[in-house]
């Protein structure tokens, strides 16, 4: 693969990337992207040697310009490897970028089942308390991430651009807000901290003329928003999210992920998604972030 390089900006040291999340959530497919983009991958290290790995990256930047690290519930205590690996970097002056990848738990056991490999944790545990048990020992590496992605339903190529669009994109005194649309019929995002239901609104899938297009176009946003109660709703969304940024800024959250929902996510929810990016950005929230889940679904 021969994929240009992303600039990091603002950034004259080491990027270095803490990526973590569930057993069979893509961590695998993501540290090889991280390798084609001449990252120094690490995966499995002992935790005990973790501040020697930190101290390398310090002291040859040259060699260790690029590092993704690996750390999950191989490490035995995942969450006290990663608050060593942490505080071994911000001690020296680098401040890494966290990576955490999760799926459903049913795409999880089919993973697993497809590659007949023994979950990590199994331990007597059917694949199902494995999970559980997982997700409650990593939920505070979850709740520090920086960047959380569902890839349940996520081909490769688009699991490539979500992490790709955000390496380097590091501003420790911003929060990133993400709107993530998507169809009810589907699943909710499990990365969404706040998610709107559009569903009332009516839909434009029983349009003949506006069927086959999405709600990036002209014709289905003027259709949606023309809707009974679609700018009243939008301005009641902007009213209580006025008020639940700042707190959520002000309790320290990194990232807050907005799920907007519809049938199948390719009108309504897009339209949604799409005008409460810009009314946010009019606002001065930055940096400011739209994906839509389902555009690309047969």
Known sequence: MNEARPEIEGSSGPHVVLLSGLSGGGKTAAAKLFEDLAYTVVDNLPSELLPSLAELVVHHPERFARV????????????????????????????????????????????????????????????????????RLLDPIRAEADVVVDTTDLPLRELQERLFARIGD?????????????????GIPLEADLVFDTRFIQNPYYVPELRELSGLTEPVREFVLAQPGAGEYLDLIDQLLEFSIPAFADEGKSRLTIGIGCTGGRHRSIVFAEELAQRLRDEGHDPVEVFHRELGRK
Do not use: C, W
């Open 170 to 186: 590091l501003q420790p005194d911003r929060m990133t807000i993400q709107l993530i649309s998507f169809g009810y019929k589907f």
């Open 68 to 135: 993704a690290i690996v750390l999950d519930v191989r490490a035995g205590d995942a969450e006290t490897a990663y608050r060593r690996m942490r505080g071994a970097l911000e001690g020296r002056g680098i401040r890494p970028q966290v990576f955490f990848l999760e799926a459903s738990d049913e795409a999880i056991i089919r993973r697993f089942s497809e590659t007949r490999h023994r979950h990590p944790l199994a331990n007597g545990r059917s694949t199902q308390a494995a999970i559980a048990l997982e997700r």
